[in-house]
Nanobody, 117 residues
């Protein structure tokens, strides 16, 4: 069974940076896409960023210009570099992957990001 393991969350002051990592237990070439959602307390889960197997990227308007999603195929890892963080970025960030040829979505366990003002 495919597993995704996230790391890199934590507490940071506004204006600071964090880098989240999502390591897959299998080659990430087996996924159509990988990305990150986030969910703040009492709010719906929102898509933050996506990277496709072809390298295409998508960003939510709220993070464009501040967040960058990238992949390291050799390490089977996807990263989310988060710069100029704002208190409203505080949420649990969850990595996901969509395996090729499957309707299944694989989720990581989530990592907390807290941005203090």
């Amino acid at each position: 069974q495919v597993q995704l393991v996230e790391s890199g969350g934590g507490l940071v002051q506004a204006g600071g940076s964090l880098r989240l990592s999502c390591a897959a237990s299998t080659t990430i070439f087996s996924f159509n896409a990988m990305g990150w959602y986030r969910q703040a307390p009492g709010k719906q889960r929102d898509l933050v960023a996506v990277i496709t197997s072809g390298g295409g990227t998508y960003y939510a308007d709220s993070v464009k210009g501040r967040f960058t999603i990238s992949r390291d195929n050799a390490q089977n890892t996807v990263y989310l570099q988060m710069n100029s963080l704002k208190p409203e970025d505080t949420a649990v960030y969850s990595c996901y992957a969509t395996p090729t040829g499957s309707i299944q979505i694989v989720w990581g366990q989530g990592t907390q990001v807290t941005v203090s003002s």
